[in-house]
């Protein structure tokens, strides 16, 4: 099973009600307020790459800067902006995250359906099967702004 806690076993009506969920979730004042926070978050990463399977990581001990999935980069910028350094923002990230699968506890942490977690960590770590970071966080990207509704004018 996946971090998103997807498997192939929901069709039929069950299919359709979790489509239902996640497309309330998005559309709804909570989940577009999410949408617009996290897509202000994946801009200001300065290196336009996401990880996956983890909200936060180092690949190695010479990597302090570490990386963040599409979630993890609203948590960084949410610490960093409350004043902490990059690098202590992704060690409390790495520590608080870690093994997190299912999407209920980011649900939780980010005030968010967990229909909308779990949707998104499908969307960052296998809607794309592809390996290079920076496609990644550009197909994370465009989506997250696809799902944004257009304000009135």
């Given at each position: 099973?996946?971090?998103?806690?997807?498997?192939?076993?929901?069709?039929?009506?069950?299919?359709?009600?979790?489509?239902?969920?996640?497309?309330?979730?998005?559309?709804?004042?909570?989940?577009?307020?999410?949408?617009?926070?996290?897509?202000?978050?994946?801009?200001?990463?300065?290196?336009?790459?996401?990880?996956?399977?983890d909200v936060a990581r180092?690949?190695?001990?010479?990597?302090?800067?570490?990386?963040?999935?599409?979630?993890?980069?609203?948590?960084?910028?949410?610490?960093?902006?409350?004043?902490?350094?990059?690098?202590?923002?992704?060690?409390?990230?790495?520590?608080?995250?870690?093994?997190?699968?299912?999407?209920?506890?980011?649900?939780?942490?980010?005030?968010?359906?967990?229909?909308?977690?779990?949707?998104?960590?499908?969307?960052?770590?296998?809607?794309?099967?592809?390996?290079?970071?920076?496609?990644?966080?550009?197909?994370?990207?465009?989506?997250?702004?696809?799902?944004?509704?257009?304000?009135?004018?």
């Amino acid at each position: 099973m996946s971090r998103s806690g997807y498997d192939d076993d929901c069709d039929g009506w069950d299919l359709i009600r979790w489509r239902g969920a996640v497309q309330s979730a998005i559309k709804g004042k909570r989940g577009q307020a999410f949408l617009r926070e996290l897509r202000d978050a994946l801009l200001a990463l300065p290196e336009k790459s996401l990880c996956t399977d983890d909200v936060a990581r180092r690949s190695s001990a010479a990597d302090p800067d570490g990386q963040v999935c599409a979630i993890g980069a609203l948590a960084l910028k949410r610490k960093m902006d409350a004043g902490q350094s990059r690098v202590d923002a992704i060690t409390v990230l790495i520590d608080e995250f870690r093994g997190v699968e299912g999407g209920e506890i980011l649900a939780e942490s980010f005030n968010i359906a967990g229909a909308l977690a779990k949707e998104l960590m499908f969307v960052n770590d296998e809607d794309l099967y592809e390996v290079d970071p920076p496609k990644r966080y550009a197909h994370v990207l465009a989506w997250v702004e696809s799902q944004i509704a257009k304000e009135p004018k």
